[in-house]
């Protein structure tokens, strides 16, 4: 039921298309909708009696046609609450968005759910992605389920479990001497020639629009209600653009009143962008000295840290980051608690507990974490033999042999 | 809403207990439920309100009191349909129930979800299990959520990934110089002493409800039908036992009508108890020759072999074996259709191939394959350092030192 598409930045209009999502203005063109006409059959009493995946809320996805839809079970993740946690702490209320139970193990199944269906709406039939690993591993499997190829570029210090279960999917996979920018320059070189349909962060419009459906659900789980406080690891940062959208579409369609969470981007120490540019007060990437570990967070340069920075700001948010010391103790403290925590969803616990003590975060708040993979999938694994390049002209190379 | 506990095999009633749920005639002792009552509150109708988790269906489960519930967020999870297996195979309706995405990655959530629940209601705050892996970790997630302490026994050869998770979880862990039966009689010889509360396979009547849950959801999901035939890779054998139990109590609330399912059980060729013994038309333990992987449906002798018979013979289903080969080849198959499959989703996979080349499933059946786990839980890993021990001597003496 999408319109077109809408510039976050200066407001500007276009109709759909599948590239070039970047505004003139340099902002993010994001999917708009007609919502008067979703407000006629998106309502509390119809979800009821819908599907309990992401597709609940088909009024606010790009997809035309259901039968395009590749869906693998995404989405509708539990909101666990952690009773104990809020006694110890103490706090008002504390739940987790157990992402970890999406399809691929992780939060990143929603906006390839998403993407994919919209390129097979379109057609599409090569697809081509650069990540840390999460990212990489869902595409391999919605293409995979979709019957299309996938090419996954991913640093070369990714994780190997990760890289496995990229193969175990049937694509295409490679690993790159480089940061996540440096195989996502691989895709740009090669797509023409290729024929790749680039689903990098930001790079096509169904991404951040099936991440969305995180905060739609967040809504929903509670009652209509919004949480006070959402503490999210950040590295792209389609997590945060994504759920404010869901969050300004909500209050549109007059679903959710009252205020808007203040949201927090939780970084690692090593890798912090969106930290130093809350502090700057707009955004700068993170050009030199990136020294921490090869997860989510590790987004040295995120395609619209602008965008991120202004929602942070508007919501009354802060950005903050946490070590990697901080982050192994987060990890046991969910474990102890029964949470298979990735070492982004315990950075935001570590984000919580230094937000508790610096009084940011008040023991009336009520606030939801998110985990958004499986901890089993950043264990240190040796095992895995995949090609090594640098660049597109390696990856021409490696083929010629 | 339990009224008591009533043999499986006899028919012998008794009061509700949470030990000793062997009768006297050899059979297990399965919990009843009053369904008239039950059946005034649960409803197809009612049912739409509830929440998204097993514990919609409270009316079928052990617990009195919903403070005692201990969940993680598992249950309802997706039952995928598999178009392009079924254009190619070709088959009438495929469906794979995705049991990977329960909390801690594998259908063993639902068991424990059930278990420690009834374990808090009765104020135990020590249980132990012996696993071949993923019940282990799921005892440890819930144990830790729930503030228990929990002690497991695995046999040594065990996927070390699992191992790894279990530690994760803060359990004491442990591996064991034997099979899965070897590592039961460790907590057998120490329940007494060490106050351990035995959580083994129906050792306790709060697992088999758990698991039950797998057959109102599939009841559910499939608009109040039931498949043809279901097919499920088998170990233990309380799923098998679950189910059955599930359709015999959605049947006498009238809430299914028409056939009951065939039931299949896959095992792996090196160890197939189950498959020998529906050939000779009554249960005898597999004794010797155990050479299969250690898999969920390692199990040489289950708690009650008689039983999972009778209800295959019930169910006109069938048993078949699998070779490492073809759960090797349906893991690739598994993957390229973008399922994350355990070996044991995989063998499900493999007896599916091998039923419709026999013609036992033919082109127009509904089926619906099991997955239980996620495919890298069980990728080699070797680096885990835990204490071996042989008997329940060799623990008390490891903790003398």
């Not at 993010?28 to 509390?44: F, G, I």
């Not at 009520?366 to 660049?391: C, D, G, I, Q």
Request: with cysteine; glycine share 10%.
């Amino acid at each position: 039921m999408k319109c077109g598409l809408c510039c976050s930045n200066c407001g500007k209009r276009r109709t759909f298309q599948m590239k070039d999502t970047r505004c003139g203005c340099g902002g993010t063109m994001l999917v708009e909708y007609d919502l008067e006409r979703a407000s006629r059959t998106l309502t509390k009493e119809s979800l009821k009696n819908r599907q309990t995946t992401m597709w609940r809320y088909e009024e606010l996805l790009p997809i035309e046609k259901n039968e395009h839809i590749v869906s693998l079970g995404e989405g509708w993740t539990p909101l666990v609450r952690l009773y104990g946690a809020e006694k110890a702490l103490p706090l008002q209320k504390l739940w987790v968005k157990r992402e970890e139970q999406n399809p691929t193990g992780s939060f990143k199944a929603r906006g390839f759910s998403a993407a994919v269906s919209l390129a097979r709406e379109y057609g599409i039939r090569k697809v081509a992605v650069n990540s840390n690993g999460n990212a990489a591993s869902a595409l391999a499997a919605y293409a995979g389920y979709a019957g299309m190829e996938a090419y996954l570029f991913l640093p070369r210090d990714c994780p190997g479990l990760i890289v496995e279960e990229c193969i175990h999917y049937g694509a295409r996979t490679f690993l790159v001497d480089g940061l996540i920018h440096d195989a996502g320059q691989i895709i740009r070189d090669g797509e023409r020639d290729q024929g790749w349909h680039h689903v990098g962060t930001l790079k096509e419009p169904g991404r951040v629009e099936g991440k969305k459906t995180m905060g739609l659900e967040l809504a929903e789980q509670l009652g209509w209600k919004l949480p006070d406080v959402i503490v999210y690891p950040t590295g792209g940062g389609s997590g945060i653009i994504g759920m404010w959208n869901a969050f300004r579409q909500l209050k549109q369609l007059g679903m959710v009143d009252g205020d808007m969470p203040r949201m927090v981007s939780v970084q690692e120490a090593g890798c912090q962008p969106v930290v130093r540019s809350m502090a700057k007060g707009e955004f700068v990437a993170q050009t030199e000295g990136v020294t921490s570990k090869p997860t989510g967070m590790r987004v040295p340069n995120p395609p619209d840290g602008g965008l991120i920075v202004s929602i942070l700001q508007e919501s009354n948010g802060t950005a903050l980051s946490v070590t990697p010391k901080e982050i192994c103790d987060a990890q046991a403290d969910m474990g102890n608690q029964g949470i298979s925590a990735s070492p982004e969803g315990a950075a935001a616990w570590a984000g919580l507990l230094r937000l508790i003590d610096r009084g940011w975060i008040h023991k009336n708040d009520e606030v939801v974490l998110f985990n958004t993979s499986h901890a089993m999938k950043y264990w240190p694994w040796h095992a895995v033999r995949v090609p090594v390049v640098r660049t597109y002209q390696d990856w021409v190379d490696l083929h010629k042999l």
